[in-house]
């Protein structure tokens, strides 16, 4: 059973705009969450991440926003790029439980020139 | 820093051979992931060691799989015999610190496994 749900397999941009993706979890006890990219042929690589005691965590063109109550979090890129096309996979964690990231399924972003 | 270097980058085979899969992790890390990528499940954790001693291996989906790190810079994962259905990308990521949770993992290049 998938508790880290990225329920957009693909998402589609212009560039200059912002893209948003999504990812929703169910086990409350997850208290620190992560985004990587993915590029073709290559493993993920850590982008961003946010401990649950914030809401927003910002790095440069790339914002993790944290809702607890509703267990969702989003990445927004601002501008987005042709370099930002990608998988990106949204990963959570729970310090005092799992050794171990449950990862989604990843949401394909496409930026258009 | 070479990264967590993995081999081979692609593996086809017939149902029922052996496959083994090969990891170099980061020198310095102390803890090894083996994941497993698919388009309905994403990445799963199939095991994870630390300091070279299995920890967690409740992933691994049945008695076919197994994965042993020998020392602190080799890994190894044999799938035997393989099966249509085990096709799928496997990832091997290290980290510095004891605890997977929370912390960043490095990933390797992944190697692309295609049983016929």
């Known amino acids: 059973d998938q508790q880290v749900k990225q329920n957009s397999p693909s998402l589609s941009v212009q560039e200059g705009r912002i893209s948003i993706l999504n990812c929703d979890y169910t086990?409350?006890?997850?208290?620190?969450f992560l985004w990587y990219k993915k590029y073709p042929a290559e493993g993920p690589t850590f982008l961003i991440s946010?401990?649950?005691?914030?809401d927003k965590n910002e790095d440069g063109r790339f914002t993790v926003f944290l809702n607890k109550s509703a267990k969702h979090l989003s990445l927004h890129i601002v501008p987005s790029q042709p370099g930002d096309s990608a998988v990106y996979f949204c990963?959570?964690?729970?310090?005092?439980?799992?050794?171990?990231?449950?990862f989604g399924t990843g949401t394909r972003l496409t930026v258009i020139p | 820093d070479a990264g967590v270097i993995q081999s081979p980058r692609h593996e086809v085979t017939e149902m029922g051979q052996e496959v083994t899969l090969r990891c170099k992790p980061i020198?310095?890390?102390?803890?090894l992931f083996w994941y497993r990528q698919t388009m309905m499940r994403g990445l799963e954790l199939l095991i994870y060691?630390?300091?070279?001693?299995?920890?967690?291996d409740s992933g691994m989906p049945e008695d076919r799989f197994s994965a042993k790190m020998p020392n602190a810079s080799f890994s190894t994962l044999k799938i035997q015999p393989s099966e249509p259905r085990d096709s799928a990308v496997y990832f091997c990521?290290?980290?510095?610190?004891?605890?997977?949770?929370?912390?960043?993992?490095?990933f390797g290049s992944g190697t692309q496994l295609s049983v016929l």
């Open positions: 990521a290290s980290s510095l610190l004891a605890r997977g949770a929370g912390e960043k993992l490095f």
């Open positions: 086990n409350s006890m997850f208290d620190y």
């Open positions: 946010i401990s649950s005691i914030k």
């Open positions: 990963a959570a964690s729970a310090h005092t439980g799992a050794n171990n990231l449950f």
């Open positions: 020198s310095g890390h102390n803890s």
């Open positions: 060691f630390n300091n070279n001693v299995p920890i967690d």
